[in-house]
């Protein structure tokens, strides 16, 4: 890499509805405007990311374009001085990867009130392998605890249990002193879920058994949910009095076919989860906790890292379901 230059992903539309990704190096003048230049050491990635890649409408709007809604790095400059050159930041949602620049390149260039400081206790690398999945599943569990859900309420179901969110999920869940249940529909992965932290592993497909009825037997205290549509649905019908299910992801669909009744005869809540726009505040708050009291031991059993040469296969795996956990690229090996 020469002085000016860097490796990055470089998504293009070669013809309509066409798309080819390719390392290329690049400029940092080419980088958008925004007070603060960061020198990416670690992104991750994430199903958004990979949509991005692919051209998948709804995320990027035009292209060329490099995807990375994730990044973690140590400060250049920063015209606002927020930051000081030599600081370690966090960055997670926002606009970046989507229409801005993003964390598949060794720099990014972006308003300094996306990044967060990075919290004692969390390595870069460690930050990104949490990245935007690991913050949301923190935000659910932050959200499921402040609504007044306490460990020792009853059991806790994770959906999508051996995916980004899931996986840490169930770790994070674990860690707080709640009873886990991990749903998945491998369940060949019961002993990776139970490493983590699950008290039991359960056939996703079950989650649905009398489901066509209005209710179901109550059986959740909580949920955290990236599936949404039917086990959505169903998950509210089975949520004991008073629970709180979190929903932050659509692998599943977005549709949401439920009737009133939980919400009027048992009090159930639905919390939606949104990690792209979260206020600084409870968005510090989590990245803290993440770094603290919820940070596994083996937070290293989640991830499998690739360099940026190697993320194409890990983009089409993503988008086929074949990967667990977290996938963490090092743009230091670029």
Request: glycine share 14%; proline share 6%; net charge neutral.
């Amino acid at each position: 890499m020469s002085l000016g230059t860097f490796s990055a992903m470089v998504v293009s539309e070669t013809s309509p509805k066409n798309f080819e990704r390719r390392i290329v190096e690049r400029s940092i003048d080419d980088l958008p405007p925004g007070e603060l230049l960061l020198r990416v050491h670690y992104s991750s990635l994430n199903y958004k990311d990979a949509l991005s890649a692919s051209g998948r409408p709804g995320v990027t709007k035009n292209y060329p374009h490099t995807p990375g809604i994730d990044a973690a790095g140590v400060v250049v400059e920063d015209a606002s001085g927020r930051f000081k050159p030599g600081d370690e930041v966090i960055v997670t949602g926002f606009d970046l990867g989507m229409n801005t620049a993003g964390g598949f390149g060794q720099y990014i260039r972006i308003p300094a009130a996306w990044g967060v400081p990075l919290p004692d206790g969390l390595s870069l690398r460690e930050s990104m392998i949490y990245g935007t999945a690991g913050f949301t599943a923190g935000l659910s569990v932050h959200r499921l605890a402040a609504a007044g859900v306490a460990p020792g309420a009853g059991d806790i179901l994770v959906t999508g249990a051996t995916g980004g969110v899931g996986s840490i999920a169930v770790g994070v869940l674990a860690r707080a002193g709640y009873r886990v249940v991990a749903a998945t529909g491998k369940l060949s992965e019961g002993e990776y879920l139970r490493g983590l932290g699950a008290t039991e592993v359960a056939d996703r497909q079950s989650l649905l058994d009398g489901a066509e009825r209005p209710m179901m037997k109550e059986r959740w205290a909580g949920a955290v949910d990236v599936v949404g549509g039917n086990t959505l649905a169903a998950i509210l019908k089975s949520t004991c009095y008073g629970g709180v299910v979190t929903c932050c992801g659509l692998v599943g669909a977005p549709d949401l076919p439920v009737n009133v009744f939980p919400f009027i005869l048992r009090g159930v809540s639905l919390l939606g989860i949104d990690s792209v726009q979260c206020p600084a505040q409870p968005r510090l708050q989590v990245w803290q906790q993440l770094a603290g009291v919820w940070k596994s031991p083996r937070l290293e059993d989640t991830v499998t890292e690739f360099s940026l040469q190697e993320l194409d296969p890990a983009i089409k795996g993503i988008l086929a379901g074949e990967l667990r956990g977290r996938t963490l690229v090092n743009l230091q090996q670029s």
